[in-house]
């Protein structure tokens, strides 16, 4: 065969073969996919997969895009693709139920006006003669029901799929969780023309607002509304016998109940407002449920967490044992509520819950702090104890203490007389079915300071308390899915010289300290003495001065060489950092290509004739 006829023959069947793969790809493979990130942020989750397996009618759901204004930015674009991909996994995995349609919406258009009527938010361009875009969702049920996602925030991608999902299941038609709250806290929610006068002011208050249905109990409430699905107690003033009763009846009847008692609220006492300690606000409620939240604090040394502190008229940064990370390996893995969460939970001033072994009730740990714990009387937690005087006092217990906990039993009423408002005896007196408990031994988990900084949440407490309502209220599927974030992909090497140089200077400073408070003595001593010989000052007196400043200055001279040595050793990682992917790497590859190319070329002149 001549060569010119084989290549134009090897030519066409290319063309043909590449005409067949895309075929084959487009019709066969089209489906096919392979998630290789670490968090599978590409698989639908188990939770997901079940609620479409659930549907049981038609839904319609329409992205509407604006594609030209879009791809103008490069994070619009990817997070675009992002929502347009994973809603086609939505419409393969429901089994034929989702049909997906994807609505360019363009300046000016029919499709533009329809978004701005199905209540679609509209997003500003860069110019202020910019045509808005959109990027939202609606889906349609056959009987004329719609639920809105009115915008798409890339802000917002790790929690896509809980959206979406959380879409599909209300579109269902299932009513929302109705949550009551009795609360003495400020912070939590203020008055306001919305929810009956009530406006959000933490973060988890507006996300309870969000996705239930919200009631606030008055401190002088009589009755629970009825059909609350979850009572939330946090930190409440003290229960009348009456308000006792009302309680002890709701639980009897199988409602849920989600309780917070702090014995020294931090945020409480730092202004917020409220009742500082609250452990026997329920009087003898948690006498007949079979459990305790202890009036001490419990301080972590292990899991502190750096406040900032003053030393000697100076601002420093120390580990404060009094508020502590509850990491993964503190979180129950045997429980929904604490499962999935990956960032772990910040607690301030907790109380241990135990229980009171009372036979027929079980107790489960949900947060367990670690064995270097030690207790603190509530009033001097919260006279502003500094890190410092809490390490010099520290004597570990060398206990792991329960900071929350679910309780389970068929109790009886703690009001064997009936309703001490009246001489009416009738009353529930045990209940009928199991009834449940969450209890956690601190409030100041709900503050945003605790847990909220400028990059966003920087803890599960949100979660942690979502999960918790709508574990007690028995809608399990979206729990793992709203947990389910990217963990931090923190640098261990950066973060163990952080603690291990916090742990340094803490120990400069405390030295530092010890010198002062011993130099002051000096001082008063010498005073003393020089003003009993009715001297004002002698050569001993100046020496004694000049020793202790130069103590002074030597402490201080020491501890700006750790805080420097911190800084240069952070520095040092992170040029290792950046050379070694930006630089060695690179050239590395060039020199194995070179090597490769001067032994072929080696091998050629060998072999040439």
């Known amino acids: 065969m001549s060569r010119p006829l084989f290549t134009r023959l090897a030519a066409i069947l290319l063309l043909i073969l590449f005409v067949c793969s895309q075929v084959i790809s487009q019709n066969w493979l089209a489906n096919l996919r392979l998630d290789t990130t670490e968090d599978q942020t590409y698989t639908l989750s188990p939770g997901t997969k079940s609620v479409l397996a659930d549907l049981r009618q038609p839904i319609e759901l329409r992205l509407y895009l604006s594609r030209e204004a879009l791809t103008e930015d490069p994070v619009m674009r990817g997070f675009t693709q992002r929502v347009s991909d994973l809603l086609s996994v939505y419409a393969r995995d429901s089994n034929g139920h989702i049909r997906l349609r994807i609505l360019d919406t363009k300046p000016f258009s029919a499709r533009e006006e329809e978004a701005i009527n199905a209540g679609l ?48 299941v209300k579109l269902k038609g299932s009513r929302p969780t109705r949550v009551a709250l009795l609360t003495s806290l400020p912070w939590l929610f203020a008055s306001g023309p919305e929810h009956g006068g009530l406006r959000p002011v933490a973060q988890i208050a507006a996300l309870l607002m969000q996705e239930t249905d919200f009631s606030f109990l008055r401190s002088d409430f009589q009755t629970i509304p009825t059909g609350t699905d979850v009572l939330i107690i946090a930190q409440p003033e003290p229960l009348t016998e009456a308000q006792q009763f009302v309680l002890d009846q709701y639980v009897l009847s199988g409602g849920k109940l989600l309780l917070m008692l702090d014995p020294a609220s931090t945020i409480a006492r730092d202004g917020g407002g409220g009742q500082q300690q609250g452990t026997q606000a329920l009087g003898r409620l948690v006498q007949a449920w079979g459990f305790s939240v202890q009036g001490d604090v419990i301080a972590d040394r292990a899991r502190a967490l750096p406040v900032q502190t003053g030393l000697s008229g100076r601002a420093a ?19 929904a509520v604490t499962r999935s969460l990956s960032q772990g939970v910040h607690l301030a001033t907790p109380g241990e819950v135990v229980s009171l072994g009372q036979t027929g009730t079980s107790f489960t740990p949900l947060l367990t702090s670690s064995p270097d714990t030690m207790r603190l009387e509530a009033k001097r937690a919260l006279s502003g104890i500094s890190p410092q005087d809490i390490e010099l006092d520290w004597q570990s217990s060398g206990q792991r203490q329960v900071l929350a906990a679910k309780v389970e039993g068929k109790w009886t009423t703690a009001f064997p007389n009936g309703d001490p408002r009246s001489s009416d005896t009738a009353a529930i007196k045990a209940a009928v079915n199991l009834g449940q408990i969450l209890v956690f031994g601190d409030v100041d988990l709900l503050a945003d300071s605790l847990y909220v900084d400028d990059t966003g949440a920087v803890a599960d407490n949100a979660r942690l308390i979502l999960n918790s309502v709508d574990y007690l209220a028995g809608n399990t599927q979206l729990i793992e899915l709203r947990s389910r974030t990217p963990r931090p992909r ?5 973060e163990e010289l952080r603690q291990s140089a916090q ?57 700006r060489e750790v805080q420097e040595g911190v800084r240069s050793g952070v520095a040092r990682v992170k040029t290792r950092l950046m050379v070694i992917p930006g630089i060695v790497v690179p050239a590395l590859i060039v020199l194995i290509g070179l090597f490769i190319q001067f032994r072929r070329r080696r091998q050629q002149k060998r072999f040439a004739p």
Not at 322 to 331: A, D, T
Not at 505 to 531: D, F, M, N, P, Y
Request: proline share 8%; aromatic share 4%.
């Open 317 to 335: 940064i120390a580990p404060q044992p009094l508020i502590f990370q509850v990491p993964v390996s503190g979180l129950s893995q045997d429980q």
């Open 490 to 494: 923190n640098l261990v090497e950066v």
């Open 121 to 168: 938010t509209p997003i500003p361009g860069p110019r202020p003669d910019d045509a808005a875009a959109f990027l939202g969702v609606v889906l349609k049920s056959p009987y004329g029901r719609n639920v809105v996602i009115p915008l798409l925030d890339p802000a917002d991608a790790a929690s896509l799929e809980f959206q979406m999902t959380r879409a599909v």
């Open 503 to 559: 742990s340094r200077v803490l120990e400069e400073e405390q030295a530092l300290e010890s010198r002062l408070l011993l130099a002051e003595t000096r001082l008063k001593e010498i005073e003393a003495k020089e003003a009993a010989k009715g001297l004002v000052t002698s050569d001993v007196a100046d020496h004694e001065f000049a020793q202790v400043h130069e103590e002074v200055q030597e402490a201080r001279t020491r501890l």
